[in-house]
């Protein structure tokens, strides 16, 4: 037995009396690095208590040791929730909120010969690191991608870049970011094309959505359900004002207007659209404005389709059947549905009705200046690109009968001469001027007049 003993112990001091090596760099390209890189997202995702799957970037410092490996992992958030039903495979960034991410160091222990992996520690941080991840992105600097296109596809990159940097983009692999690069183009004709028809003063170009072709665009920021179902738009007829409207009025001088939203990738402008309406009108009544929740609707009205859609008639209804609304605050806005957690001891704010405004915009104006902002929908045509001056497209281009977006009139005036409409959209201050939109006013300009509904606040 001694002797067995002896040489166990011998074997011990044979394996630690190897030479120590020292850590050393290791090529990015090394199968291994794919390897030890999955099996470290696989555990942070196991271990976090975020409640989405993160999804890997970048890979960088990568050094090695015998069998350990060390090196940095950037993660970014996707929009799959973290319940297991989803594949890591099918899940894509969160393009609202890049910078929503993690770096973290890693030390895996990674012994092929014995088929053996182990994450032996890790560290993260929530940093601010998309802007690096944007500099030191070697795809859009490639030879091969510069040197032999012509100087209108150089320009087009040029652009690219300052719209990757701008917007904070981020790409999960260069094939994506050309095949991004291509739909960019794409669409820098497509607003031209816009901006040479354009009746009005608008400027069109490049927007945060640049990246985006139509189709995505439309599923994930447009309103399907308004489209086909204008014929259920049956509502009381408000009361109009007898008297002219001023020459020019905008609620945002007045305090009856929060700030702009961001409704996400989310079809939920018809949930923005009514609460900034409701917002006002209980500015108007009580007296204070007091920033209300989307979200509330999002998760508690059964009839509108939540990120798929709805019509302001069904919301305002929804919220007279809940009882009120609570605040943004209490019930914050998630840009996905989840279970209705809605709390009748926090309301905020009630309405007691909700009408259908005139379809004359001579009266929708006097009825916006007398009584508040007005919940309104209409046909996006032009807004994908949109960036400032006052919007007219064709009326052939911008069909007042495919109304897709819902969205907030606040108040109208004129522009050197152009009668505009000014609307408060739910795309962040980040599109438009500052999140508005003008629209040319008095020719029913992409169906503006045809859904202008307010709730009412006794
Ligand atoms: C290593 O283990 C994994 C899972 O346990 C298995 O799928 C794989 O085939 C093994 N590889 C080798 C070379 O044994
Ligand atoms: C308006 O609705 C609120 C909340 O439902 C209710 O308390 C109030 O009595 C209603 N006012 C009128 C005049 O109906």
Same mark, same amino acid.
Request: hydrophobic share 35%; with cysteine.
């Given at each position: ?60 410092d990568v050094r090695k040791q015998l069998v350990k490996y060390d090196f940095n992992i950037i993660m970014g958030r ?31 222990? +990674? ?24 500099? =030191? ?34 790409? &999960? ?6 095949r991004r690069l291509h739909i960019f183009s794409e669409n820098l004709k497509k607003a031209k094309e816009i901006q ?10 490049? =927007? ?15 309103? &399907? ?21 001023? =020459? ?48 509330? +609707? ?16 069904? #919301? ?128 029913? #300009? ?13």
């Amino acid at each position: 037995m001694v002797g067995l003993c002896f040489v166990f112990v011998s074997a011990f001091g044979l394996v630690s009396g190897f030479p120590p090596e020292h850590w050393r760099e290791v090529s990015l390209e090394e199968p291994e690095v794919k390897i030890v890189a999955k099996i470290a997202v696989q555990e942070y995702n196991r271990l976090s208590d975020q409640d989405v799957i993160y999804l890997q970037l970048r890979v960088t410092d990568v050094r090695k040791q015998l069998v350990k490996y060390d090196f940095n992992i950037i993660m970014g958030r996707t929009m799959c929730k973290k319940d297991g039903k989803e594949s890591l495979n099918n899940c894509q960034l969160h393009v609202e909120a890049p910078e929503k991410g993690v770096k973290c160091n890693f030390l895996v222990l +990674l012994v092929p010969w014995q088929n053996e992996t182990k994450v032996l520690h890790y560290l993260c941080s929530q940093e601010d690191f998309i802007k690096d991840i944007v500099d =030191t992105s070697s795809f859009l600097n490639k030879d091969k991608l510069t040197s032999k296109t012509e100087d209108g596809m150089r320009e087009t990159i040029s652009l690219f870049k300052e719209f990757v940097t701008t917007y904070n983009k981020i790409y &999960p692999n260069d094939e994506e970011a050309l095949r991004r690069l291509h739909i960019f183009s794409e669409n820098l004709k497509k607003a031209k094309e816009i901006q040479d028809k354009d009746l009005g003063t608008a400027e069109y170009g490049v =927007t945060k959505f640049s990246d985006l072709t139509e189709e995505e665009f439309r599923t994930l920021y447009l309103n &399907p359900l308004l489209s086909s179902s204008q014929k259920r738009w049956i509502m009381k007829k408000a009361v109009a004002p007898k008297d002219f409207p001023p =020459t020019q009025w905008d609620w945002r001088d007045h305090g009856a207007v929060t700030e702009v939203k961001n409704q996400g990738m989310c079809g939920s402008c018809w949930a923005f659209s009514v609460i900034g309406n409701i917002e006002g009108q209980w500015f108007l009544k009580k007296g204070t404005l007091v920033s209300l929740s989307e979200q509330e +609707l999002v998760d508690c009205d059964a009839v509108d389709h939540a990120c798929g859609g709805g019509l302001p008639s069904s #919301a305002y209804e929804a919220i007279e059947k809940l009882g009120g609304v609570e605040t943004e605050h209490d019930y914050s806005y998630q840009g996905q549905k989840q279970d209705c957690s809605f709390s009748a001891s926090k309301i905020s704010a009630y309405i007691n009705k909700s009408v259908e405004i005139s379809k004359d915009e001579e009266k929708i104006a006097a009825w916006l200046a007398q009584n508040g902002p007005i919940s309104i929908a209409l046909n996006a045509f032009a807004m994908q690109f949109y960036r400032k001056g006052v919007s007219h497209p064709l009326r052939i281009l911008c069909s007042p009968w495919f109304i897709d977006h819902a969205v907030l009139l606040v108040g109208y005036g004129d522009r050197n001469g152009m009668p505009f409409w000014a609307i408060k959209n739910s795309w962040g201050k980040d599109w438009g001027e500052q999140g508005y939109y003008y629209l040319y006013r008095g020719s029913g #300009a992409c169906g503006v007049n045809q859904m202008c509904s307010s709730a009412v606040v006794n």
